[in-house]
């Protein structure tokens, strides 16, 4: 009888580290040096008179591999606390696009109609171009993104998910 696969688990983990350099580079290096996958990162000071950094990463894998992401991680000298916020409760992620459409005539009437019904914001135009700003879940970024492909999308920069758990406690 062959074993069961386990099944393949998205999560949000959450890493407080000391802000010096290098430390991205390490915690990357752990992840591709063991054929990890990063579906998104993103990094900033949070703190500058404590020097801490907080990496937010999102990745996937089976429930096994995660805890031994999370334990590696905890591991790493740099790191302060790791947080898998997918496991430990309610949290908030968001992530900014900014998504740049061009055209004429319906197409651009379209594309406002569009951003409209999203809450995205204008936030640079031309005769033939608007860049859109917009905020939100991952997913709906990306149905704004495929709705926009057909009225003349030409470039697309996200910021990567940010993440921080609900409730007064911090990380």
Same mark, same amino acid.
């Given at each position: 009888m062959a074993p069961k696969e386990q099944p393949i *688990?998205? &999560?949000?983990?959450?890493v407080?580290?000391?802000?010096e350099p290098g430390?991205?580079? &390490?915690v990357i290096g752990l992840f591709s040096g063991r054929g990890y996958n990063i579906e998104s990162l993103t990094v900033s000071e949070v703190d500058p008179e404590s020097q801490l950094s907080r990496i937010t990463v999102i990745t996937s894998g089976t429930a096994q591999i995660l805890e031994q992401i999370k334990a590696q !991680?905890? &591991?790493l000298v740099p790191v302060r606390r790791v947080s $898998?916020?997918?496991?430990?409760?309610?949290?908030v992620e968001r992530e900014l696009a900014l998504v740049k459409v061009t055209g004429r005539g319906n197409k651009r009437v379209e594309s406002l109609r569009i951003a409209d019904i999203f809450r995205a914001s204008v936030v $640079?135009? =031309?005769? *033939?171009? %608007?860049? %859109?700003e917009m905020t939100g879940k991952s997913e709906k970024l990306d149905v704004f993104i495929d709705l926009m492909r057909p009225l003349g999308l030409v470039d697309v920069s996200r910021t990567g998910v940010v993440a921080i758990a609900r409730?007064?406690? =911090? !990380?």
């Open positions: *688990e998205k &999560r949000t983990i959450a407080l580290v000391d802000n430390v991205l580079a &390490r !991680l905890g &591991r $898998d916020l997918s496991m430990e409760g309610p949290h $640079d135009s =031309g005769h *033939e171009h %608007f860049v %859109f409730g007064p406690k =911090g !990380l």
